[in-house]
């Protein structure tokens, strides 16, 4: 709770890919706030982190966190390993705040709130056709061929041709 709230977003961002790419080696918990990892980096760092007692009690020896009191990606890798749960919904987070922030590009309402224009049916099917292409866009020949297929065998089922 503490690591994140006083990280900053692109260590929070930095630190899940470290902990996604498994860079966090040696984990221990010693209690249930008290939690000890090495961290694969440009070198193996030593790092412990205490989620009740973030600024007195966690400690990195990188050279972003040593010797002052900021939260360093390695701090949150760790905390990722901990608690994969916390991972999971940050992750969440990001995701969606990253559609809400493609919707206000596209229609430029950027002081609103995204769920006023959720009852809007037109401006949503155009989201979703834009969300959709661009899904299908990437999709590789054979994954369209399947794609296909399943969409075909739900829509008409035994009715087909
Ligand atoms: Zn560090």
Known sequence: ?????????????????????????????????VFYGSVKGTTTYDVKIDINHTVKNTYCNCPFAKDNRKICKHMVALYFTAFPNEAERYIKNVEEE???????????????????YEDNEEIKDSFIYEVISDYVNQLSVSELRSKL????????GKDFP
């Open 1 to 33: 709770m503490g690591i994140l709230n006083q990280a900053r977003a692109s260590v929070i961002w930095r630190g899940y890919e470290y902990y996604k790419d498994k860079k966090v080696i040696n984990f221990r918990k010693e209690s249930d706030s």
């Open 98 to 116: 990253r559609i809400e922030e493609r919707f206000n590009e596209m229609y430029g309402y950027p002081d609103e709130d995204f769920e006023d």
């Open 149 to 156: 297929i399943d969409a075909l065998i739900e829509l008409y």
